[in-house]
């Protein structure tokens, strides 16, 4: 197997970093969203305050973790496997 370049392993941190960060900030838009229901609608002078549908926002959270364990293995060394096969008619 090949070694990962510092580099790499550099960027790599970083983006690890960077989807950590973001992940707690879903964390506590979640909590924030469970805590208190916010929807406040006026339509005389156009006021609209709501929040991202809960589905969304941990749709979001599995999207984040899913991303920050691809991260982990990249950082292991391990390597990307095929997922699936992609057959076309000729």
């Known amino acids: 197997m090949a070694r990962m370049t510092t580099a790499r392993r550099e960027r790599l941190v970083k ?21 208190s229901d ?3 609608y006026t339509i005389g002078s156009r ?3 709501r929040y991202k549908s809960v589905g969304e ?3 979001a ?4 973790e899913k991303r920050i364990d691809e991260i982990d293995a990249a950082l292991a060394g391990h390597r990307r496997k095929a997922v699936a096969v992609v057959i076309r008619d000729v």
């Not at 970093?17 to 805590?35: F, G, I, W």
């Not at 959270?61 to 984040?64: G, L």
């Open 57 to 59: 926002v941990l749709a």
């Open 61 to 64: 959270i599995e999207q984040v």
């Open 15 to 35: 983006r690890r970093e960077r989807c950590v960060e973001q992940l707690e900030k879903l964390n506590d838009l979640l909590d924030m969203m469970t805590s």
């Open 38 to 40: 916010v929807q406040s």
């Open 47 to 49: 006021n609209l305050s």
